[in-house]
Nanobody, 116 residues
Framework: QVQLVESGGGLVQPGGSLRLSCAAS????????MSWYRQAPGKERELVAG????????NYANSVKGRFTISRDNAKNMVYLQMNRLKLEDTAVYYC?????????WGQGTQVTVSS
């Protein structure tokens, strides 16, 4: 079965950096686009970044462009989110996502808290 396991969240000061990781299993990872979403308290889940199958095409939410970088390692079935210059408003639970056969699969999420 599809499994997505996120890690790397934590508490960081404004301006700091974190690198999130997502370990994928149960499907042919190299055949699917991957995405990171986030959900802040009281808000809807939103797309943060996406990466195509070969990894050459990426897209970002306007709020994170120039600060976040999504990448993937198809040999390791891993997708990453490098987050730099973090802001208070980046505080959220971050989720790894894959859409497979019209079904969304999610990990359990990893908490990112930006606070001084």
């Amino acid at each position: 079965q599809v499994q997505l396991v996120e890690s790397g969240g934590g508490l960081v000061q404004p301006g700091g950096s974190l690198r999130l990781s997502c370990a994928a299993s149960g499907f042919t990872f190299s055949a699917y686009d991957m995405s990171w979403y986030r959900q802040a308290p009281g808000k809807e889940r939103e797309l943060v970044a996406g990466i195509s199958v070969p990894g050459r095409m990426t897209n970002y939410a306007n709020s994170v462009k120039g600060r976040f970088t999504i990448s993937r390692d198809n040999a390791k079935n891993m997708v990453y989110l490098q987050m730099n210059r973090l802001k208070l408003e980046d505080t959220a639970v971050y989720y790894c996502n894959v859409k497979r056969n019209y079904i969304d699969y999610w990990g359990q999420g990893t908490q990112v808290t930006v606070s001084s």
